[in-house]
């Protein structure tokens, strides 16, 4: 059973950065592809970014392209969301995802239990 568990959120202005962390229990978890999803007040959980075991494969919603960046370390068993030009439609609870199978659907085996981050003058 691998545990996920996010940090780095707070509140940021507008145009600001925030990078976000994912820390699993376990070392299998350099192993699994590893992911973030989103959910804002009133909307459904949405798909923002995901990266494989290696960190050689990346896959981006549209609507962060260009601005977040994924990537791992997987001696510190720690995926990362570097997250730049913040804008208010990006507050939501951000959550971390882990699994054998890299994808951009909620399939993932092992869910953290969100951080907040939000954007706001």
């Known amino acids: 059973q691998v545990q996920l568990v996010e940090s780095g959120g707070g509140v940021v202005q507008p145009g600001g950065s925030l990078r976000l962390s994912c820390a699993a229990s376990?070392?299998?978890?350099?192993?699994?592809?590893g992911a973030w999803f989103r959910q804002a007040p009133g909307k459904e959980r949405e798909f923002v970014a995901a990266?494989?075991?290696?960190?050689?494969?990346?896959y981006y919603a549209d609507s962060v392209k260009g601005r977040f960046t994924i990537f791992r370390d997987n001696a510190k068993n720690t995926v990362y969301l570097q997250m730049n030009s913040l804008n208010p439609e990006d507050t939501a609870v951000y959550y971390c995802?882990?699994?054998?199978?890299?994808?951009?659907?909620?399939?993932?085996?092992?869910w953290g239990q969100g951080t907040q981050v939000t954007v706001s003058s």
């Open positions: 990266i494989n075991w290696s960190g050689g494969v990346t």
């Open positions: 995802a882990a699994g054998p199978n890299l994808l951009t659907k909620g399939e993932y085996n092992y």
């Open positions: 376990e070392r299998t978890f350099s192993n699994y592809a």
